[in-house]
């Protein structure tokens, strides 16, 4: 790997960190700013939380200059990526209709098999119904 490409890889890690530890801390700034017990730590936690929201935006803009195909407003259109994209496209839609129709094998399997425990377990009870009811009628002819 050449040396732009890891430094670039390394300002847009450190750029997301960035953009995470600012956002987390913008988005606990409203729990902090309840608890505040005076109005000092008050003022203090609105103005660390507005930074925050600054710094998130700068950083955000910032990403953006730095992989531009990666920003939400970029118009590059590379005709060999969208072909890519479409035969990917095509090779997932294939897949997807070999896992489905694998899928609805399995599901017929199960349905099989839930049938046949059914049927076992109802041929269970009702020999088990039997064998207590002819239990039940020679005890009831012998000492009824």
Known sequence: M??????????????????????????VTPLALWVAWS?????????VGCGAFLIFIGLARL????APDHAPGAKVID??????????????????RGVRRRQRSIKGDAQREFGYMVRITTSLILIAVLLFLAVWAMMEIRYG
């Open 39 to 47: 109005e000092m730590v008050f003022y203090l936690v609105l103005s």
């Open 63 to 66: 990403r953006g200059l730095l």
């Open 79 to 96: 005709f060999e990526s969208l072909r890519r994209r479409r035969v990917d496209w095509e090779q997932l839609q294939d897949e997807d």
């Open 2 to 27: 050449n040396v732009p490409m890891q430094s670039q890889k390394l300002a847009l890690g450190l750029i997301e960190g960035g953009l995470t530890l600012s956002g987390v801390t913008a988005a």
